[in-house]
């Protein structure tokens, strides 16, 4: 682990120095949730796909002190192989003294915070142009979860938020989510230009509304994706994004707006919108909509799970127009790290699915009791929930159980590869339609997971 640091460190002075002898425009993301896709909706955006536009966003989700020089110089974790870390050794090293050039111009990098001053560490390997803060926390408090190993309060870890927002030279841009209270306080951080991006009245992209479209079939309506309307710097826009639901993807589209219009795209929203519509990708586990066996619908969210991102897709679920007939299934794994409050922030998300009156909740992991004790209290019949220790049994109560037409959400806080969770992806490899895109459609596909 000690060596493990040490490689770390040496990549970061070689990224370092090779953004300082360069000088590319660095887009820096961060936020408690949200920052995959915003980066996703940035790269389509600015056409970081077309190789002639020298522009790379963070590979996978390396957003932390190896993810971030990594994606600076394209290359994946060698993982355990010590030739593999060689090579890396030596390549950066020829990157550090000029003997290569990554030949990028912009950069789009999330960048996380595990503890504090790592975005200290972040930023001043890759000094941001543009910072964008997608969210802290959820509007009602009481969901923010307690990292008491890394942080004291939800006010400490906004405030390692807001490291990117001082990171930001005064001749720089930074991009808030206005309707973070924590986040729209940063705007007094900062000397560079502000923009917002939010439902809130005044925020320079505004979020007017958002549903899923659906499209009818003999077995009910089937979800297809979010369509969004905003309204950007006084003019009205719709987009359509494919294969994705939940409220997270409207924050990413408003988002990736600003920044077009900030760097002067010279391809006019006319021309954006339709090459989103086409060219986006869902990223795997992530508000992604997958057919399923039977004729259903899954609603994979397994990549990773909050309090307030399980009840935001909970009301994304109740809201989706469905037919008579049709049912709505929650599948939820446990979310940890949460600190002493877990079990009663577990209770209110089965509460939560309760009150919107779904039609069956299936809960995994050491905490589900508490999801299902939650559920009952708040008047779901005991018939109506079921409980299992881990995911694949949930799986193979699903197959049997479910009928054409079902939409199933699936959703959990991210596993370790050294700290066994529940791993909700397996759920979504046993209902998908289509099981051999598993490694093209789903979440902790790789080798090393499939070992464990």
């Not at 519509?277 to 969210?301: C, S, V, W, Y």
Request: include cysteine; glycine fraction near 8%; aromatic fraction near 6%.
């Amino acid at each position: 682990m000690r060596l493990l640091r040490v490689f770390e460190r040496y990549l970061g002075a070689c990224a370092q120095k090779t953004i300082q002898r360069e000088h590319p425009f660095i887009i820096a993301i961060t936020g408690s949730v949200g920052k995959s896709s915003t980066r996703n909706c940035i790269e389509l955006v600015l056409d970081a796909r077309n190789p002639e536009n020298k522009t790379r966003g963070s590979i996978k989700n390396y957003n932390n002190e190896l993810g971030v020089p990594l994606t600076i110089f394209g290359q994946e974790a060698p993982g355990r192989s010590v030739w593999r870390w060689a090579h890396l050794l030596l390549l950066v090293t020829l990157y550090r003294w000029g003997w290569k050039r990554t030949g990028i111009e912009t950069f789009i990098l999330e960048m996380g915070a595990d503890k504090p001053g790592d975005l200290v560490k972040l930023t001043t390997i890759a000094p941001p142009d543009i910072s964008i803060v997608t969210a802290v926390t959820p509007e009602d408090t009481s969901l923010a979860p307690v990292h008491a190993a890394n942080y004291p309060s939800i006010d400490a870890v906004a405030e390692e938020k807001a490291t990117l927002v001082k990171a930001v030279s005064p001749s720089g841009t930074v991009i808030l989510n206005g309707d973070d209270k924590r986040v729209f306080a940063m705007r007094h951080l900062t000397q560079a230009r502000v923009f917002t991006f939010g439902e809130a009245d005044g925020s320079d992209v505004r979020i007017i509304r958002s549903h899923v479209r659906v499209r009818s079939s003999e077995y009910g309506n089937v979800p297809e994706g979010i369509e969004v309307a905003f309204e950007s710097f006084n003019r009205l826009r719709k987009v359509y994004l494919p294969g994705v639901f939940g409220t997270s993807a409207t924050y990413a589209i408003s988002a990736a707006f600003l920044v077009a219009a900030i760097m002067d795209i010279k391809r006019e929203a006319d021309e954006i919108i339709p090459d989103i519509e086409q060219r986006l990708i869902p990223l795997p586990g992530r508000a992604r909509i997958i057919p399923g066996i039977k004729h259903t619908t899954l609603l994979d969210g397994s990549y990773n799970a909050s309090p307030v991102s399980v009840l935001s897709a909970l009301r994304d679920l109740a809201k989706m127009e469905l037919a008579p007939g049709q049912r709505r299934v929650a599948c939820l794994g446990e979310m940890r790290e949460l600190g002493p409050p877990a079990e009663t922030l577990h209770a209110r998300i089965g509460a939560e699915a309760a009150q919107l009156h779904l039609d069956l909740l299936v809960v995994c992991g050491t905490l589900a009791h508490a999801m299902a004790q939650g559920a009952m209290a708040s008047g779901m019949r005991e018939d109506q929930i079921k409980v299992f220790e881990d995911s694949p049994e949930a799986g193979r109560f699903l197959q049997d159980w479910i009928h054409p037409g079902d939409v199933i959400l699936i959703k959990a806080s991210e596993g370790t590869i050294d700290a066994k969770g529940v791993r909700m992806e397996r759920v979504v490899k046993e209902l998908m339609a289509e099981p051999l895109r598993a490694s093209e459609l789903l979440v902790r596909q790789e080798e090393a997971w499939q070992r464990k």
